[in-house]
């Protein structure tokens, strides 16, 4: 049975940072595209980043370029993401997710999501 257990939220101050961590089990991650999204009640999920499986470039979303760091050890089953300069609006519910191909934007063409771990920056 697959399962993506993230972990590593929780609450930072603004300007703070956490590292968020994705661990697989009953999958390799390593044939996989990995995904980190986020959502706020009443909105839609939306893309932070994405790693191809070689892991040798990185997609990310607008509103985190340049903060965030997305990265995969692949020995260890596990997606990291590594979030700096928070801001109160990084405040969301944190998704990671894998998917076999397509665009790493699109939220629709995972496969397969873990629960989400919440992450709350105060001002």
């Known amino acids: 049975q697959v399962q993506l257990v993230e972990s590593g939220g929780g609450l930072a101050q603004f300007g703070g940072s956490l590292r968020l961590s994705c661990a697989a089990s009953?999958?390799?991650?390593?044939?996989?595209?990995m995904g980190w999204f986020r959502q706020v009640p009443g909105k839609e999920r939306e893309f932070v980043a994405a790693?191809?499986?070689?892991?040798?470039?990185?997609y990310y979303g607008d509103s985190v370029k340049g903060r965030f760091t997305i990265s995969r050890d692949n020995a260890k089953n596990t997606v990291y993401l590594q979030m700096g300069s928070l801001k109160p609006e990084d405040t969301a519910v944190y998704y990671c997710?894998?998917?076999?191909?397509?665009?790493?934007?699109?939220?629709?063409?995972?496969?397969?999501w873990g629960q989400g771990t919440q992450v709350t920056v105060s001002s």
């Open positions: 790693i191809p499986r070689a892991g040798s470039f990185t």
């Open positions: 997710a894998f998917r076999y191909s397509g665009s790493p934007y699109n939220a629709n063409g995972y496969n397969f």
């Open positions: 009953g999958r390799t991650l390593e044939n996989y595209i």
